[in-house]
């Protein structure tokens, strides 16, 4: 095949383009006669001149194989193919990542994606390298996973340009690192690692124009690993820290981000004395203008930074130290230095900054300034001080701070290095190289030519890595291969580093006294020409160019030396080393070989003969020397390249820009790596997906089963004539470039055949089925359309006579119509005349007495106005006159005034009334005294009075409203009275039309009545479902919400309990390994709390073992369990107990026994408190009977009551003095036979006379007790006659409130609303009231109760005898009655005659000595193996422990009960912890701890679970423990064994969920496999799969493990519901491992294996059938994989976009999009998703997702578990029935 054949009319070609790189053209024409005819997308057409074949535009790849994940599996492999394909990966569908051979190009998006999180982490642990979507866990797992196989060092380097994103993906593969390499030992290194970013991002990040998070300088982490591959430490390397932005910044860009984030914390107190403001009053910062960045808090990153620091270790008080640092470095750049004239600097005496940089710093102010302005000159042996310039000052200042920083720097790495580092030597260790990509600018100076100095190196590491890789490869397969040429960047390296090199000549210059730039430069253009990279620009003699591999870069010479010596003075590192902060002088005092300087110190005399070599090298030399120590470790390890590329400048989320992409890809070395894949066999196919993708272009005779390669070749020989073109090798097929595509185009045009062969045939059938249709379709229709005209004339016919008929009656009807309404008319008519008559004649009455009205007023109001106006003349008058007569009054008393006899007439009276004031004064001072004392009663009777004037008012305003409502309603009688008259006759018209019109009122009333009945029957029955039907949606509603929240609660409890065994089997283990390190065999037994949630016991596990004999010596009473398990029924009956702890006898095994008496301490107390209850029930009594005095039932109520309480009380103090009798008579029958006898006083019973006497009393107390039943059958008797009353008291009250709302209704409207409500309010009051004292009496009543059966209890014990045995077997409430005495002897030696026990019934319990306990537990628990427990009954373990437990129940024993279950406990608790790997095991003992659980729960006497119980069981409830808390325990220990049920399902289903689910198909070769660059990729590792099952078989054996799961959980008795838990968890696992792996795998997404996924899920939704677990819902948490494998196969048109969204509400929206993008058809006949339809659905699915904060999540939580629920299930088993098999040597147990 030539080349020729490919460029055919139609095909797609590229073409260069200055705006887009690249540009797509179809041919319109062949190619021929060099010239190429080219049509662009936008119609434009362009005719390409061509000189060769090999000048020929570069071939489009076909549309299937475009946005494929690996780009060396393109068939065309060069620049725009790989442009095209990342763009169209990175915008249509938004995939960041991307493999290309063994790189990983990680795209920047600008945007926070939901790929990162511990799920995605999951999903890649153990996958290889191209199993699943490219990622940046993928490079990190490939490099952990060859770790571990091939016990060898890793690296990963990560590269790019400021901005493309290096340090987030160093960041993520350390996560990763962390995440599967988590460390056990307490220091919990991998989180110090990541917390070690925000510190390393706050000193050595800032903001540049290309990034707002720029990495500057370059890291390499190393992370220590143990020997079982967990990480045990770290250590960190950073290289060419950028010193010069501490003091400089570009516009738009920002210094370090730790200064912002001091400045941020100025305002905190605590930061106060580092002098901090705002950003922009610092010099050092606010130089690019650009203080802040957008939606970045530096308070809130500072206050992370400082939480960092204090994981790893710093304190506070050595922070605080540093922020001094920082915080002095950014006051010294204030300081101001001014020109002294000449050649001198200085500084003002009253520069605030220098005062505060000399505190923060700890050293002089006058030194500092001194040293700032001057420097030192050494001559021989003298000494001068100079100043120096202001320039020189500057730049000194800034020297000093950039040295500092670099310092400081240094000091935290090293600090965090002493955080990360291991206890050990590490055993393996991966690291993570971050940085800097290839740079070149406008003006490119030291800092780039280092940068690109460090790339050249990297990029000759990776060309030879890669080209070894390729040529093994080869050499594995078996394939002849020729050598491949590469570029080989040696000679760009020697220039650089050689002798007389770049680095040579720039060392010696600085070693010149008086060297330069501009010498360098020159010297640069005399030695370094010879070398074929380096050259002079033509129109610049301060620069030079280097021919980098990425570009030609230029490099301006300005400034290489300074930066390269980076010198400071030697005076101010003395003035630092003086400092008083210890930090300070620590910094500049250590030694070099601690911490090697980047700084040459310029000393002013000669240098000392210690002073070492590294102190004298350059910053050139020290970067050469630690770039050579970084390219040695790299070859010592196995590297892993990820380049990260930054797709635009404008920093826009998704959007590529083509040109600063090639940029990068070239520079990066992507293009190298697809150059030296292009040039050997790039695309390689195994020859079994060979043959399935390409069968069809051979015939049958051509496949040979056995023999695919043969196979294969045949194929390959009708298809490719040159052999050149394709080799095969061992295992795979490998292909030239372009091979693929041509095969594909074959493939293409084979399927295009077939499909117009089976088109014409088809369209052949369906054409000749159409027209026989159409044929007889029109016989059918001819004899039809006859038919119906025949019907239609006859219809016709009919029709014409009819309407005949119905005219004439029409027409009658219409006149008689007609004739009515004008009757009904003239009616009208006449009725309105006439009351518009009346009305007229009504309106002038009103009129006339209107008008009189008025004339009354008027003239009223004339004569009133002529009255005033005359009675204010007269008073006009008056006051005239007055006036007069009083001045001629004043004239005289003016005269008189002036005379002097008048003066004394006045001053004598003046005297008189001074003596008089004095007695008056007298007076008032006795009046005074007296008055003092009335002060406080008067006021109290102010205030008294003041509240009676507040109740005056109110009355006041009551009798006013009354008064007005009077007066309204006597105005309102008379009104009634006038128009009464008036509207007479009115009424007597009305009266008379409304006679007239009754009759048809009626009529039509009755009509309405009817219509109305059944509108309103139809409203109600309409209501009546809407209101049932919203009750019943409520009530779903609540349901459901209760439903949820007792799932979340649940949920959280067993995460909390799963997590809790964690730690506590984490604490086990540490524990076992503390003791053997420690080397002690001896164990103690503690005290084990079964509070504890996981079942844990501080007993060793070591004693778990198969050996019986182990067990022999586990003491039971050290158990403590909860404390006391008695019942709180018991309690309170006991409360009400006076002489119950009287022990009537007691045996013990000694010479002598003895009855005591015990009288408890509670006794008075509690005879006090039922004092007190009668006096309360008295008062209440009391309070009943005055409340209602002439309530005659309610007194007869009362005094029956007294009269019960009294006789009650008479027979409970005979029974305390029968007791009390019964007692004394045995004590002093006792004491005789002591005194008698001694201690032979059993021969006092050798003729039979004690039982006699037994005998008798019991006689007695059977006596006394038919009175009590008798006393109280006749309460109950009582007690329901005054329940009767008090029902028909209820009723009454009830008819009673009735009435009154009845007449309340019927009551006059002028009745006062206020009374009757406020006499309703008392009425309900009182009634509520009686209703409380009759609930309270109830109360009262059942407590008495509760009291008589106390007390008849105690009357049974009253007549127990001598010893514990006779008196619970023979009372006839302790034992059977039949049972006859058994009499004991306290000596061991003496045999009595046991008289033998009839053949009774079991009472379901088994008897057994406390000593044979642990021999119990050790063969019911310890040594019971599921083989013998499958051939028992299932759960007969739990139901023997449990008839023990009712044994010490019965025997009322409160130690033993405890002890037992203790051991029970810890007991399931060891088995399960030594055989969690046994499916078996953890099942049975899962069945039966829930029986345990269910019989404890059903005997426990507790209604709720007594509902199906018989009446036999019932009476076996227990009568005096109450097991709540150890119920609670044992359902605690279930879960914890049902979570490892569901880990060892999970951990056998796990590896054939993705071959079963995802790569079976029923039909092989029917997906049709893409081609693939990553299959058998030689940087991937090939794994060893988990589970060695072929994808045909995997989904018969994940049935079979199903079916074997169901089978062992029903083998051993497992509650159905259970199992439907258990069957639904592991569904939801593989739907969640299944769905996982489809999101992350792009070859899965397409029509073909969508319907292959539904065909096998279909296979699991059957197995539920036949196991009959599709009723439960089981299937239900299959949804999103089954709506996943829906959506690839529907429609994806813009008509589907609802039916869709609608179809997939069990996908998130991630999912969905996610599905969606990486949709590829698998043949050329399929169309693509478009991105107008992805962006319709993502529109559509935007309204579902706002309240659902669960829609942006992409991967499913496979550690997700279902909150597990046990539901009472009840046993129908008798425990009477129940017997010991054989198989069970518990000889030991005693069924009673």
Request: aromatic letters at 8%.
């Amino acid at each position: 095949m030539s080349v020729r054949e490919l460029y055919v009319k139609g095909a797609h070609v590229w073409i260069p383009d200055r705006e887009q790189v690249w540009r797509c053209a179809q041919l319109t024409q062949d190619y021929k006669n060099h010239l190429v005819t080219v049509t662009f997308e936008d119609g434009q057409t362009q005719e390409i001149k061509v000189k060769s074949d090999e000048e020929l535009p570069p071939l489009r790849n076909p549309e299937i194989l475009i946005g494929e994940n690996d780009l060396t599996s393109l068939s065309y492999l060069h620049e725009p193919a790989v442009l095209y394909n990342l763009q169209v990966r990175f915008c249509n569908q938004n995939a960041i990542y991307t493999y290309c051979g063994i790189v990983l190009v990680a795209i920047n998006p600008y945007e926070e994606l939901p790929i990162y999180g511990p799920d995605t982490i999951s999903a890649y642990r153990g996958h290889s390298m191209g199993d699943l979507d490219p990622h940046i866990f993928a490079v990190a797992e490939e490099a952990f996973t060859q770790m571990e196989r091939d016990n060898r060092d890793q690296s990963i380097i990560v590269s790019g340009e400021s901005g493309a994103g290096k340090t987030v993906s160093a960041k993520y593969a350390m996560r990763y690192f962390a995440s599967v390499g988590g460390s056990d030992s307490e220091t919990q290194i991998e989180k110090k690692i990541l917390a070690s970013n925000p510190i390393m991002e706050a000193i050595g990040n800032a903001k540049t124009t290309r990034n707002d998070n720029s990495s500057r300088f370059g890291k390499y982490i190393e992370l220590d690993f143990t020997r079982s591959y967990s990480i045990m430490g770290a250590n960190m390397r950073t290289y060419l820290l950028e010193k010069s932005r501490v003091v400089f910044q570009a516009p738009e860009e920002r210094n370090y981000h730790i200064f912002y984030q001091l400045c941020s914390a100025a305002s905190d107190k605590k930061y106060s004395h580092l002098r901090l403001g705002h950003q922009d009053n610092f010099h050092y910062l606010n130089q690019g203008s650009s203080p802040s960045i957008e939606g970045v808090d530096d308070g809130a990153d500072f206050i992370e930074t400082c939480k960092a620091l204090s994981l790893l270790g710093i304190s506070e008080a050595t922070q605080n130290q540093m922020f001094r640092i920082l915080a002095g470095i950014l006051h010294l750049g204030n300081i101001v230095i001014q020109d002294n004239g000449g050649d001198a600097s200085t500084i003002d005496k009253g520069d605030e900054s220098l005062a505060i940089v000399a505190e923060l710093l700890g050293i002089s102010a006058s030194e500092l300034k001194m040293w700032l302005c001057h420097r030192k000159i050494t001559s021989g042996r003298e000494v001068f001080t100079k100043p120096v310039t202001l320039s020189e000052a500057t730049f000194s200042r800034d020297a000093l701070a950039k040295h500092i920083y670099a310092k400081l720097f240094d000091w935290i790495v090293k600090e965090i290095n002493k955080c990360f580092a291991a206890p050990t030597k590490p055993f393996r260790f991966i690291g993570v190289l971050d940085i800097y990509g290839f740079e070149t600018f406008e003006i490119n100076s030291f800092e780039q030519f280092c940068i690109n100095y460090a790339n050249e190196k990297l990029q000759q590491q990776f060309n030879q890595h890669v080209f070894k890789l390729e040529q093994e490869e080869y050499v594995k397969e078996q394939i002849e291969w020729e050598f491949i040429n590469f570029y080989d960047n040696q000679p760009c390296i020697d220039l650089i580093e050689s002798k007389l090199g770049i680095l040579d000549l720039l060392d010696e210059e600085c070693r010149m006294p008086k060297g330069s730039d501009q010498s360098w430069v020159e010297k640069l253009y005399d030695k370094c020409k010879k070398w074929d990279h380096f050259s002079k620009p033509r129109l610049s003699n301060t620069s030079f160019l280097i021919a980098h591999f990425a570009d030609k870069v230029g490099y301006e010479c300005a400034g290489f030396l300074e930066k390269n010596r980076d010198t400071v003075s030697e005076e101010q590192i003395n003035l630092l080393k003086s400092s008083q902060i210890s930090l300070v002088h620590a910094l500049f005092t250590e030694k070099a070989q601690v911490a090697p300087t980047k700084v040459k110190v310029l000393p002013t005399g000669p240098s000392p003969a210690h002073s070492s070599k590294q102190m004298r090298k350059s910053v050139g030399s020290q970067f050469r020397d630690s770039l050579n120590l970084l390219m040695l470790t790299l070859n010592s390890t196995t590297p892993h390249y990820v380049r990260c590329i930054k797709p635009n400048d404008d920093k826009m989320a998704f959007t590529f820009d083509p040109t600063r992409a090639i940029q990068q890809l070239r520079a990066c070395g992507v293009l190298e790596t697809v150059r030296i894949s292009a040039a050997g066999y790039p695309s390689r196919w195994t020859y079994h997906e060979f043959f399935c993708r390409y069968r069809v272009l051979c015939t049958s005779r051509d496949i040979v089963r056995n023999d695919m390669r043969l196979t294969c070749e045949k194929i390959i020989a009708n298809m490719i004539t040159d052999e050149d073109k394709f080799k095969f090798g061992r295992t795979k097929i490998f292909f030239r470039a372009g091979q693929v595509a041509y095969m594909e185009k074959l493939r293409a045009d084979r399927l295009s055949a077939c499909g117009i062969m089976i088109q014409k045939n088809v369209r052949m059938y369906i054409h000749r089925n159409r027209f026989r249709r159409m044929r007889n379709s029109a016989i059918v229709i001819q004899k039809y359309a006859r038919g119906m005209a025949s019907r239609r004339l006859a219809h016709h016919m009919r029709q014409t006579a009819a309407a005949i008929k119905i005219q004439a009656c029409v027409r009658g009807w219409v006149k008689r119509v007609q004739y009515r309404r004008l009757v009904y008319t003239i009616t009208r008519l006449q009725a309105h005349a006439r009351g518009c008559w009346a009305r007229q004649k009504y309106q002038h009455m009103r009129r006339d007495r209107a008008a009189i009205v008025i004339q009354k007023n008027v003239r009223q109001w004339l004569t009133r106005r002529r009255y005033l106006r005359a009675m204010r003349g007269f008073v006009i008058v008056q006051g005239l006159v007055r006036c007069f007569l009083a001045r001629r009054q004043l004239k005289k008393l003016k005269i008189e005034a002036k005379s002097i006899e008048h003066q004394k007439k006045l001053n004598k009276g003046l005297e008189n009334k001074i003596i008089s004031l004095q007695q008056k004064l007298t007076e008032m001072k006795n009046e005074n005294s007296f008055i003092s004392s009335y002060k406080e009663e008067i006021t109290v009777l102010k205030t008294r009075v003041t509240d009676l004037k507040g109740v005056e008012k109110q009355l006041k305003a009551s009798n006013n409203q009354v008064s007005e409502l009077e007066a309204r309603i006597a105005e309102l009688t008379k009104e009634l009275e006038m128009e009464r008259g008036e509207k007479m006759d009115v009424l007597t018209q009305k009266e008379r039309a409304d006679k007239e019109n009754r009759e048809l009122i009626e009529k039509l009333n009755e009509e309405n009545v009817r219509l109305t009945k059944e509108l309103s029957d139809a409203q109600k029955e309409e209501t009546k479902r809407e209101s049932e039907e919203y009750l019943r949606r409520k009530f779903e509603a609540e349901k459901q919400q209760l439903i949820l929240e007792n799932t979340d609660e649940k949920s959280g409890y067993q995460r909390l309990l799963k997590e809790f065994n964690r730690l506590e089997q984490k604490n086990e283990h540490l524990e076992e390994e503390l003791a053997k390190f420690k080397g002690g065999n001896a164990h103690k037994r503690t005290a084990s709390n079964v509070s504890n949630l996981s079942g844990a016991s501080d007993a060793p596990t070591e004693l778990v073992h198969d050996d019986a004999s182990e067990f022999s010596s586990f003491p039971g009473d050290d158990d403590i369990g909860y404390g006391s398990v008695r019942s709180r029924s018991s309690e309170m009956s006991d409360s009400n107990r006076n002489l119950d702890n009287i022990e009537w006898s007691s045996q013990k095994t000694g010479d002598t026994s003895e009855i005591k008496i015990q009288v408890p301490q509670k006794l008075q107390e509690l005879e006090m408190e039922n004092a007190k209850l009668k006096d309360d029930l008295n008062r209440l009594r009391k309070s009943i009977a005055d409340s209602e005095p002439q309530n005659n039932r309610v007194q007869e109520f009362m005094r029956q009551f007294e009269a019960l309480q009294d006789e009650l009380e008479r027979r409970r103090e005979e029974c305390i003095q029968l007791r009390t009798v019964l007692a004394n008579r045995a004590h002093d029958l006792r004491s005789v036979t002591q005194t008698s006898y001694g201690k032979d006083v059993d021969i006092v019973n050798e003729d039979g006379e004690l039982v006699l006497a037994y005998q008798t009393q019991k006689q007695v107390n059977r006596q006394l007790e038919d009175e009590l039943k008798k006393e109280k059958q006749r309460l109950h008797e009582t007690e329901t006659d005054y329940k009767g009353e008090l029902e028909r008291l209820r009723r009454d009250n009830e008819r009673q409130q009735k009435l009154l709302a009845q007449n309340l209704c019927k009551s006059d409207a002028t009745n006062s609303e206020t009374l009757l409500q406020s006499e309703i309010m008392r009425l309900t009051s009182e009634n509520l009231n009686l209703q409380g004292q009759v609930d309270n009496l109830t109360e009262q009543l059942k407590k008495y109760k509760r009291s008589l059966r106390a007390y008849a209890k105690k009357l049974k014990e009253a007549g127990g005898s001598s010893s514990k045995r006779s008196s619970a077997q023979g009372s006839p409430y302790g034992g059977d009655p039949t049972d006859m005495l058994d009499v004991n002897t306290t000596n061991e030696g003496e045999v009595l005659p046991i008289i033998r026990k009839k053949e009774r019934e079991y009472m379901g319990m088994f008897e057994y000595d406390r000593r044979e306990e642990m021999q119990i537990i050790r063969v019911l628990v310890y040594e019971l193996k599921p083989r013998v427990a499958v051939t028992l009954l299932p759960g007969l373990p739990a139901y023997i422990l449990f008839m023990c437990i009712r044994h010490t129940d019965h025997i009322n024993d409160d130690e033993k009960v405890r002890s037992l279950l203790n051991n029970i406990v810890n007991g399931v608790k060891r088995v399960i912890k030594k055989r969690h790997e046994d499916l078996d095991s953890t099942v049975l003992w899962l069945s039966n701890v829930l029986r345990l659980l269910h019989n404890l729960k059903q005997y426990s006497g507790d209604k709720a679970f007594q509902a199906e119980n018989t009446v036999k069981q019932n009476e076996q409830s227990l009568k005096n423990f109450d097991l709540s808390e150890y119920r609670q325990v044992l359902s605690d220990i279930a879960v914890w064994i049902y979570n490892g049920v569901i880990k060892l399902m999970e951990e056998k289903v796990q590896p054939l969920i993705v071959p079963s689910i995802l790569e079976h198909e029923a039909i092989a070769g029917l997906s049709g496999n893409k081609p693939g660059g990553m299959r058998g990729r030689t940087g991937s590792v090939a794994r060893e799969l988990e589970s060695p099952v072929e994808p045909q078989k995997a989904l018969d054996l994940l049935l079979k493990e199903m079916t074997q799961f169901y089978r062992t959980l029903a083998m051993f008795g497992t509650d159905p519901e259970l199992i439907t838990q258990v069957f639904r968890q592991i569904f939801y696992f593989i739907c969640a491992g299944s769905l996982n792996n489809l999101l992350l795998r792009k070859d899965m997404c397409h029509w073909s294996k969508g319907m292959q996924i539904r065909y096998n899920l279909s296979h699991l939704e059957q197995w539920t059938r036949d196991m009959r677990l599709h009723e439960s819902g089981v299937t239900d948490t299959l949804a999103p994989i089954i709506q996943a494998a829906q959506l690839l196969q529907a429609r994806k048109s813009d008509d589907d976009v609802h039916s869709i969204c609608d179809m997939c509400d069990k996908l998130s929206v991630s999912q969905i999009i996610k599905i969606l993008n990486l949709y590829t058809p698998a043949d050329e006949f399929e169309d693509r998703v478009p991105i107008s339809f992805i962006h319709k659905i993502q529109a559509k699915l935007q309204e579902r997702a706002e309240g659902e904060q669960a829609q942006a999540t992409l991967l499913m939580n496979t550690k997700f578990a279902f909150p597990v629920r046990f539901p009472f299930n009840p046993s129908s088993i008798h425990l009477e029935d129940i017997e010991l098999p054989d198989a069970l040597p518990l000889t030991m147990l005693k069924k009673v």
